[in-house]
């Protein structure tokens, strides 16, 4: 039986955890041990922008400790993701080096929208499981030490993600400062989070109503998955039974909380904070049931290797088509900027069409296909902003909003490609050192530039005036041709000012040639 045993490590605001999984074609994935270290990297971070020197020794100690069991277990592959704790430290790239020197063990760090995605693909891969909740209409929201991802679901596609400020270890933070009796806290978080709860409510859910929560924190959900609460299915709880649940820690002591759960008492405090702010979570979205899976951003590191290794077959780490949820976020923020839907499917195919027409010849991979897709969704959202300068519009939207499931380098793709639709393409002496590209991603960004430029002159009056589009290539040509009986005068005129980045960057010239049909 071939396996593999891999090791995820979660460098988090306020714990550092290891989880260790043996990985088989027989059994999927299975989880041999788990590992935490309490460690609040986030208190640092959040108040100075920096972390400790003394704070940095520990967290060194403990990944010792850590490659030390990973020999005891004969690991294969590791892992390491550090998140908001490490990015946001103004010197990240001096302490990863330092952790490296020290440990051997080499951190990358995530964005958040990398982080949740991981964190959702966890969910995920809990199967059928994850699909029954998912075919009502579900909030799923992760609860983080330095903010929340809440995500909406409607008929098992996902609709919209956010960020939210603050998480649990942030909010406890700021609340250091301020001086209030046990008994205001509820209402203190009600006011710290409310206005962007009521945002969100606002901007996504006029026409929606919610039936299911999937919850990932550290600690509502160690409650429902040790059943304190006595449900009639382990992590899963009615809202009802949570709300008087949340109600019962006002009226205790942290000690007494911590003994009567059987948690360490320097957890309650989190712990509160995550009820509570799950509570409002829960009022705002009007949720009948509430499903706490008991995964983490480990769980997410080893479904992407097993995915990436080919070791499970994908009926055995769950089947969900994630790509398609990374898309839908793209569409929704197309549709937040009022851009036109049917407009923005012809375009698509347009550009996709041209894409795998040339396979051999850009040598671009399914991942910059997918860029591709997103940039021609998001192209024209600067529109609602401003009609003359669209195309940086577009751009600072794009990356001022998450898109999750995107690394940043694969925001600034996206972002530049749609950018240089419409503005002179800059080259790489520019550019490069402007937004500190690296060559390779330089020419992704020409490669798909140029191929989203030729898709825009085959339908400047944007008016769709063909459905059909065949094509052929012919020595140095590529021969484009359209299928309709339109007026075509427009583009066959002005085609050849959109096919200038093309013929320099694939040395093949674009023709255009209009079929009646």
């Known amino acids: 039986m071939a396996y593999k045993t891999f090791a995820a490590i979660d460098v988090g605001s306020y714990e550092l955890a290891m989880k260790i999984f043996e990985i088989s074609t027989k059994n999927g994935i299975k989880e041999i041990d788990h590992i935490r270290h309490r460690i609040e990297l986030g208190t640092d971070s959040y108040h100075t922008g920096k972390i400790s020197n003394e704070r940095v020794d520990e967290l060194c ?13 004969k690991v294969d592959a590791y892992k390491a993701y550090g998140t908001s704790a490490i990015r946001e430290t103004k010197n990240a790239l ?6 490296h020197m020290g440990t051997g063990i080499k951190i990358e760090v995530l964005s958040n929208s990398e982080q949740r995605f991981l964190d959702y693909k966890s969910v995920a891969a809990k199967g059928q499981a994850f699909q029954n909740v998912i075919e009502k209409s579900t909030a799923f929201i992760d609860i983080g030490g330095g903010s929340i991802q809440l995500s909406l679901f409607d008929k098992d596609s996902l609709v919209t993600s956010q960020n939210i400020r603050p998480g649990v270890l942030r909010m406890r933070e700021e609340l250091a400062n301020v001086s209030y009796r046990s008994y205001q806290l509820d209402e203190i978080v009600e006011e710290m989070i409310c206005d962007r709860l009521e945002s969100f409510r606002k901007m996504f859910m006029s026409n929606r109503k919610i039936q299911n929560i999937i919850l990932v924190d550290d600690y509502v959900s160690l409650i429902l998955q040790r059943d304190f609460l006595e449900t009639k299915k382990k992590g899963y709880v009615d809202v009802r039974t949570f ?5 019962t820690l006002k009226k205790k002591k942290a000690r007494e909380i911590a003994l009567s759960l059987g948690l360490a008492q320097e957890n309650i405090a989190l712990l509160h904070l995550s009820a509570l702010l799950l509570k409002h979570m829960i009022q705002v979205l009007g949720a009948e049931m509430l499903w706490a899976p008991g995964v983490s951003i480990c769980d997410g590191m080893a479904y992407e290797y097993a995915e990436r290794t080919k070791l499970v077959a994908p009926e055995k780490c769950g089947v969900h088509n994630f790509e398609q949820d990374i898309l839908a976020c793209a569409r929704d923020i197309n549709r937040r900027y009022q851009g036109s839907e049917e407009r923005t499917r012809e375009r698509e195919e347009i550009v996709l069409t041209i894409f795998d027409h040339m396979k051999k010849i850009h040598g671009l991979t399914k991942r910059d296909r997918l860029l591709l897709q997103l940039a021609a969704i998001l192209c024209e959202c600067g529109r609602y902003i401003s009609l003359v300068n669209v195309a940086q519009s577009s751009y600072s939207i794009i990356l001022s909003t998450e898109i999750i499931g995107l690394s ?13 639709t419409a503005e002179e393409f800059d080259y790489y002496a ?22 989203i430029r030729l898709s825009a002159g085959l339908d400047i009056s944007h008016r769709g005036k063909f459905r059909q589009i065949k094509i052929t290539s012919k020595e140095d040509k590529m021969i484009l041709t359209v299928e309709t009986n339109a007026d075509m005068t427009l583009e066959l005129g002005l085609f050849g000012k959109c096919t200038t980045l093309f013929e320099e960057v694939y040395n093949m010239k674009p023709v255009m040639k209009q079929k009646k049909i």
Do not use: C
């Open 61 to 73: 100690r403990i990944l010792r400790e850590f490659t030390e069991i990973m020999k005891s277990y």
């Open 243 to 247: 709300l008087e649940f949340v109600d």
């Open 408 to 420: 940043h380098v694969e925001r600034e793709i996206v972002a530049n490609v749609v950018k240089y």
């Open 94 to 99: 001096i302490l990863l080096d330092q952790i």
């Open 430 to 451: 520019t550019l490069g050192r402007a937004a500190f590209i690296d060559r390779e991603t330089y020419l992704r960004i020409a490669k798909l530039t140029a191929i």
